[in-house]
């Protein structure tokens, strides 16, 4: 038994990498890029102080609307959230 699942570690470790070794941009291939501006508000104050662009790349439309304003959440520091997002965008990859 213990053969077996030492000859199965190395096949498994070789396929996650081959399969989390490409990003996301890169697995959507032939898809869509899309473009979001959208407001920095400062949660305390709600008051808006700066504007961010994002960019999202997906399979299909939609999820690229996703992907683009999910890295706009993520550009956030803490303290902020975005608010009132344009979609200014979207292309072919």
């Known amino acids: 038994m213990r053969k077996l699942l030492a000859a199965g570690v190395p096949a498994l470790a070789a396929a996650m990498l081959l399969t989390v070794g490409t990003t996301p941009s890169e697995a959507a291939g032939k898809g869509f890029r ?7 508000v400062n949660i305390k104050t709600n008051s808006a102080e700066k504007f961010v662009d994002a960019y999202g790349t997906a399979k299909t439309k939609p999820d690229a609307w996703k992907a683009a304003y999910k ?3 993520n550009k956030m520091p803490k303290g902020y959230r975005i ?7 979207i292309k072919k990859a």
Do not use: R
């Not at 899309?34 to 920095?40: L, P, T």
């Not at 608010?83 to 965008?89: A, D, L, N, R, Y």
């Open 83 to 89: 608010k009132h997002c344009t979609k200014k965008e």
């Open 71 to 73: 890295e706009a959440n």
């Open 34 to 40: 899309a473009h979001v501006h959208c407001s920095m």
